[in-house]
């Protein structure tokens, strides 16, 4: 199995910032995409950044030069810097891995982590 583990998250006012951190152990060959998503109270998970393994990015409008993500591949961890933070951040902050489990046929397994809160005060 594999297992994410996300640390990082915590309390900040408003133009501050945090940085999230998400390991991946276990039987892993492999990562593809690393990304970390969000979900707020009474809204839907939404995607807030990911990078491949070659290290390209996509982000979401709504961080596009506030957040930044970055991925360790050697250690099988993704981070997201978050700077600039507003109210509107505040949520759940989850990490997501497309992981290959198992090789000849590969096999890929979509991870999730437990999920880390970040709360941003005004």
């Known amino acids: 199995q594999v297992q994410l583990v996300e640390s990082g998250g915590g309390l900040v006012q408003a133009e501050g910032s945090l940085r999230l951190s998400c390991a991946a152990s276990g039987r892993i060959y492999s990562i593809n995409v690393m990304g970390w998503y969000r979900q707020a109270p009474g809204k839907e998970r939404e995607l807030v950044a990911r990078v491949t393994s070659g290290g390209s990015t996509i982000y979401a409008d709504s961080v596009k030069g506030r957040f930044t993500i970055s991925r360790d591949n050697a250690k099988n961890t993704v981070y997201l810097q978050m700077d600039s933070l507003k109210p509107e951040d505040r949520a759940v902050y989850y990490c997501?891995?497309?992981?290959?489990?198992?090789?000849?046929?590969?096999?890929?397994?979509?991870?999730w982590g437990q999920g880390t809160l970040v709360t941003v005060s005004s």
């Open positions: 997501n891995a497309n992981v290959l489990v198992s090789r000849h046929p590969d096999r890929y397994l979509e991870v």
